[in-house]
């Protein structure tokens, strides 16, 4: 029988998107303006805009977003 593996991470998922994020951002940096480059920054907000919802959803009030 086959076992599987366990991480445990060690940062909140909130933390590690936005790092993610920023690390996009700088990769499109150094790209030229074409597809490439719009499909990295189109991951880099899509993983902002996931961190923020968690943070939101994590949040006591539950305020709507703004």
């Known amino acids: 029988m086959l076992t599987r593996r366990r991480v445990r991470q060690t940062d909140p998922l909130e933390i590690r998107l936005a790092a993610e994020a920023e690390r996009l951002r700088e990769e499109a940096k150094s790209l030229p303006p074409?597809?490439?480059?719009?499909?990295?920054?189109?991951?880099a907000r899509q993983a902002e805009t996931g961190s923020q919802?968690?943070?939101?959803?994590?949040?006591?009030?539950?305020?709507?977003?703004s």
């Open 53 to 65: 919802m968690s943070e939101w959803l994590r949040s006591p009030g539950l305020q709507p977003p």
């Open 34 to 43: 074409g597809a490439a480059r719009d499909e990295i920054l189109r991951k």
